[in-house]
């Protein structure tokens, strides 16, 4: 029997900085790439990002719970989904091309995870 987690996939972000470079319809396209790859992990249960916006508006979920702590904020949310692992992160302008930097976020022990 294959045991499976559940994993948050979060939206994906650009810094203020690369407004011009990278827009939001660009990281909703990379959010779903890496969704998507998540998908196709026989353990992973994922929450897509698009889920998550449904149940809760994030910065509203953040005021409510009290959140200063972005660590804090995955873990509230992590826990409101039932799962034990978030993914997120950002997008950044190298030369021509866009690097995505992704971080784990295990709600366990509140820290990064790998």
């Known amino acids: 029997m294959l045991l499976r987690t559940t994993l948050v996939a979060l939206m994906m972000t650009s810094t203020t900085a690369l407004a011009a470079t990278v827009d939001e319809n660009d990281t909703r396209l990379l959010t779903s790439m890496v969704t998507a790859a998540l998908s196709r992990q026989a353990q992973l249960d994922v929450v897509a990002a698009e889920d998550v916006r449904r149940q809760m508006a994030l910065e509203v979920e953040r005021q409510t719970a009290g959140c200063d702590d972005e660590r804090a904020c995955i873990a509230e949310i992590t826990e409101a989904l039932g799962a034990r692992y978030a993914v997120f992160g950002d997008a950044t302008p190298v030369d021509d091309e866009v690097a995505l930097t992704l ?12």
Do not use: H, P, R, V
Not at 103 to 114: E, H, I, P
């Open 103 to 114: 971080n784990l976020f295990d709600k366990q022990t509140s820290s990064a995870a790998g």
